[in-house]
């Protein structure tokens, strides 16, 4: 079994509370870097593991700490965006839920390392039981001295606050998340200038997702060498992943970047394969906004590869027959799923969630919904595919913030990959209200293709 | 589409108790950023009020020293405020991809018919209402619902779960 750097007390009793955690070995993150590294060290550390955002972009976490600006006697500001709502993605939910300690911990550090004296934690507001466990998380951290006024004796201040959000999906993106966080409706800023330069109130700022900033405690306490032995080439470290959707052992799991996704998808330490005995028709690796892909592109690349759980592995050959590793949202399809229905169902998310700014995404989404849904209902039209991939690659690359982009892909993925099944719910639209179309050939192994 | 309902909008007082939570949160953020204390007083308006009224709106604009239109495109935006009253308990049903996968869809026809009421209707004791929300982020564990004002979670639901849940629930207000 994988040695777990985030995970691995989760299960001792009590770790919720300051003083099991700390027993564990917790704080000694914050302990190390404010007495024994200067800020730029603990930037150092972070570069030097490779750690990637976790949040779903997959930027390098040490490399946007740097760009930070640090103009004289202006604040800066650490945001941790705990705004999970990518449809399939539930690890940090579980993270903040079991272990908030680490959260706090990874957030001292990362906000020493910045130079923020006052960071927030931006989390979504239908997670207030979260909210009230970080608050009580904060507030014993803050009475052993681990945060306020000189921290440890060091001459570090830090304040650290919760701040709920109110229900929208767009407060995920950095710049919403910001605006949200001033108390205005969260629309994504145009960019430049970066929060790096001019976020939260105007300063610089950085905003890192959840899982990011709690892998910055094994990073400091083990070095970002050693962090970056764990895994596969540019993808360092471990990752959470959330497995949902039709697989038999759902839930959170750490996983080594570079785990096969066969073994990840089948082994009983992971997913334990598809419940009740079905087999598996198609996989969105890493979030709804991500492609999704047939079994057996899943499972194996366009070149016969086994696919790993890595970001380059999920990412091989690029829109056509790859997909992302996103934000970790593991969403298995067995063969009784339709997707159609799917796709439809995801298409009404981005619609709502639109934040209306722009107006491809705006209207485009509705389009795409309302095309979708007489697909699904037996009323579509055989032009409907082609005019559902044209409106999404009308949306994509034209807005703003990337909510068009992950409103597009998934709508463009699966009529790439499902077209037949589409155009069976065109054909035979009276059947398709009443039965899914079931597996089709997604599942089949890849023919093998000889060279001539 | 009308969002604001002001049928109901009768004056609101904010008590010294409520007010010196708002105060706390202001304490948060740097002099002269209060707004960015707009979000976290709507949900404590709504849980003492159970719905976000524009007199209630317009009361928080004025203790934050902001515009009346502020506080009201805010609430308009989120989701998770309500622009009307509500059943004293509103669950609210993911009915996103992944829990569809895992039969979300029956279970919001279950409750429909359990209740009698259509989504966003109120039973006529006042104590139920229900609706379809986006993800919950607790997609491992679907199908799932939440009560707020404390956003309790109910997971792996199933009809009969729904059934105790409501049933507990009356008792509890019948209480």
Same mark, same amino acid.
């Given at each position: 079994?994988?040695?777990?750097?985030?995970?691995?007390?989760?299960?001792?009793?009590?770790?919720?509370?300051?003083?099991?955690?700390?027993?564990?070995?917790?704080?000694?993150a914050?302990? *190390?870097?404010?007495?024994?590294?200067?800020?730029?060290?603990?930037?150092?550390?972070?570069?030097?593991s490779?750690? @990637?955002?976790?949040?779903?972009?997959?930027?390098?976490?040490?490399?946007?700490?740097s760009?930070?600006?640090?103009?004289?006697?202006?604040?800066?500001?650490l945001?941790?965006?705990a705004?999970?709502?990518?449809?399939?993605t539930?690890?940090? @939910?579980?993270?903040?839920?079991?272990?908030?300690?680490?959260?706090?911990?990874?957030m001292?550090?990362?906000?020493?390392?910045?130079? %923020?004296?006052?960071s927030?934690?931006?989390?979504?507001?239908?997670?207030?039981?979260? $909210?009230?466990?970080?608050?009580?998380?904060?507030?014993? #951290?803050?009475?052993?001295?681990?945060?306020?006024?000189?921290?440890?004796?060091?001459?570090?201040?830090?304040?650290?606050?919760?701040?709920?959000?109110?229900?929208a999906?767009? /407060?995920?993106?950095?710049?919403?998340?910001?605006?949200?966080?001033?108390?205005?409706?969260?629309?994504? @800023?145009?960019?430049?200038?970066?929060? %790096?330069?001019?976020?939260?109130?105007?300063c610089?700022?950085?905003?890192?997702?959840?899982?990011?900033?709690?892998?910055?405690?094994?990073?400091?306490?083990e070095?970002?060498?050693e962090?970056?032995?764990?895994? $596969?080439?540019?993808?360092?470290g471990?990752?959470?992943?959330? #497995?949902?959707?039709?697989?038999?052992?759902?839930?959170?799991?750490?996983?080594?970047?570079?785990?096969?996704?066969?073994?990840?998808?089948?082994?009983?330490?992971? /997913?334990?394969?598809?419940?009740?005995?079905?087999?598996?028709?198609?996989?969105?690796?890493?979030?709804?906004?991500?492609?999704?892909?047939?079994?057996?592109?899943?499972?194996?690349?366009?070149?016969?590869?086994?696919?790993?759980?890595?970001?380059?592995?999920?990412?091989?050959?690029?829109?056509?027959?790859?997909?992302?590793m996103?934000?970790?949202?593991?969403?298995?399809?067995?063969?009784?799923?339709?997707?159609?229905?799917?796709?439809?169902?995801?298409?009404?998310?981005?619609?709502?969630?639109?934040?209306?700014? /722009?107006?491809?995404?705006?209207?485009?989404?509705?389009?795409?919904? *309302?095309?979708?849904?007489?697909?699904?209902?037996?009323?579509?039209?055989?032009?409907?595919?082609?005019?559902?991939?044209?409106v999404?690659?009308k949306?994509?690359?034209?807005?703003? /913030?990337?909510?068009?982009?992950? #409103?597009?892909?998934?709508?463009?993925?699966?009529? @790439?990959?499902?077209?037949?099944?589409?155009?069976?719910?065109?054909?035979?639209?009276?059947?398709?209200?009443?039965?899914?179309?079931?597996?089709?050939?997604?599942?089949?192994?890849?023919? *093998?293709?000889?060279?001539? | 589409?009308?969002?604001v309902?002001?049928?109901?909008?009768?004056? !609101?007082?904010?008590?010294?108790?409520?007010?010196?939570?708002?105060?706390?949160? !202001?304490?948060?953020?740097?002099?002269?950023?209060?707004?960015?204390?707009?979000?976290?007083?709507?949900?404590?308006v709504?849980?003492?009020f159970?719905? !976000?009224?524009?007199?209630?709106?317009?009361?928080?604009?004025?203790?934050?020293?902001?515009?009346?239109?502020?506080?009201?495109?805010?609430?308009?935006?989120?989701?998770?405020?309500f622009?009307?009253?509500?059943?004293?308990?509103?669950l609210?049903?993911?009915?996103?991809?992944?829990?569809?996968?895992?039969?979300?869809?029956?279970?919001?026809?279950?409750?429909?018919?359990?209740?009698?009421?259509?989504?966003?209707?109120?039973?006529?004791d006042?104590?139920?209402?229900?609706?379809? +929300?986006?993800?919950?982020?607790?997609?491992?564990?679907?199908?799932?619902?939440?009560?707020?004002?404390?956003?309790?979670?109910?997971?792996?639901?199933?009809?009969?779960? +729904?059934?105790?849940?409501?049933?507990?629930?009356?008792a509890?207000?019948?209480n």
């Open positions: 079994m994988a040695r777990k750097l985030l995970l691995e007390h989760i299960n001792v009793p009590g770790i919720n509370t300051f003083d099991v955690y700390r027993s564990k070995g917790g704080y000694a914050v302990e *190390k870097a404010l007495k024994t590294m200067s800020s730029d060290d603990v930037v150092e550390e972070v570069k030097k490779g750690l @990637r955002g976790r949040g779903g972009a997959g930027f390098p976490t040490g490399m946007k700490w760009f930070l600006a640090k103009p004289e006697g202006v604040a800066r500001y945001v941790c965006n705004d999970e709502s990518e449809p399939g539930f690890k940090d @939910r579980y993270l903040m839920t079991y272990i908030p300690h680490l959260l706090i911990e990874g001292i550090v990362a906000s020493y390392a910045l130079g %923020a004296k006052t927030y934690i931006y989390v979504r507001g239908e997670m207030m039981p979260q $909210i009230r466990i970080l608050e009580k998380a904060i507030a014993e #951290a803050k009475n052993k001295g681990f945060l306020g006024r000189n921290i440890l004796g060091s001459g570090y201040d830090l304040e650290l606050y919760v701040q709920p959000g109110g229900g999906y767009i /407060c995920g993106e950095e710049t919403a998340l910001l605006e949200s966080l001033e108390g205005k409706r969260g629309n994504p @800023r145009i960019k430049p200038p970066f929060p %790096a330069i001019a976020g939260l109130y105007g610089p700022t950085v905003v890192n997702n959840v899982e990011s900033i709690a892998a910055v405690v094994p990073i400091i306490n070095g970002g060498e962090y970056a032995k764990v895994g $596969i080439g540019r993808s360092t471990t990752k959470l992943i959330s #497995a949902g959707g039709n697989v038999k052992n759902p839930g959170v799991y750490e996983i080594d970047l570079g785990l096969p996704v066969e073994e990840f998808l089948y082994s009983e330490e992971y /997913c334990g394969g598809i419940a009740n005995g079905k087999r598996l028709k198609a996989v969105v690796a890493g979030g709804s906004s991500v492609p999704i892909l047939p079994a057996n592109l899943f499972m194996k690349t366009i070149t016969g590869e086994p696919r790993l759980m890595s970001y380059e592995s999920l990412a091989e050959g690029g829109f056509v027959s790859g997909t992302m996103g934000s970790g949202g593991f969403i298995a399809f067995d063969e009784d799923q339709c997707i159609v229905r799917n796709t439809w169902n995801f298409a009404r998310f981005y619609h709502h969630e639109s934040c209306g700014q /722009c107006s491809p995404c705006r209207e485009g989404t509705g389009w795409m919904e *309302k095309v979708l849904h007489r697909l699904e209902y037996g009323h579509g039209k055989m032009s409907d595919m082609d005019l559902l991939v044209d999404s690659k949306i994509e690359g034209n807005t703003i /913030c990337p909510l068009g982009d992950a #409103a597009a892909w998934p709508v463009a993925s699966a009529i @790439r990959h499902f077209r037949d099944e589409f155009e069976w719910h065109v054909t035979n639209g009276a059947e398709a209200v009443t039965r899914n179309y079931g597996i089709a050939h997604y599942a089949d192994p890849l023919p *093998k293709v000889e060279a001539v | 589409m009308l969002r309902d002001n049928s109901e909008a009768i004056p !609101v007082e904010f008590s010294p108790e409520l007010v010196a939570k708002f105060g706390d949160i !202001v304490s948060r953020y740097p002099e002269g950023k209060q707004k960015s204390a707009l979000l976290p007083i709507l949900h404590l709504q849980a003492e159970g719905w !976000v009224s524009a007199p209630a709106m317009d009361k928080v604009a004025d203790y934050l020293h902001i515009q009346d239109i502020e506080v009201y495109e805010v609430a308009t935006f989120y989701s998770m405020y622009m009307r009253p509500q059943g004293k308990y509103m609210e049903v993911c009915r996103t991809g992944p829990c569809c996968l895992v039969g979300a869809e029956k279970i919001m026809d279950h409750i429909e018919q359990k209740l009698g009421v259509k989504e966003g209707d109120v039973t006529p006042g104590l139920f209402s229900w609706r379809g +929300v986006e993800c919950l982020a607790a997609c491992g564990f679907g199908p799932v619902l939440q009560i707020g004002p404390e956003y309790t979670f109910y997971e792996k639901l199933t009809n009969e779960s +729904v059934d105790q849940l409501i049933s507990d629930l009356k509890k207000a019948s």
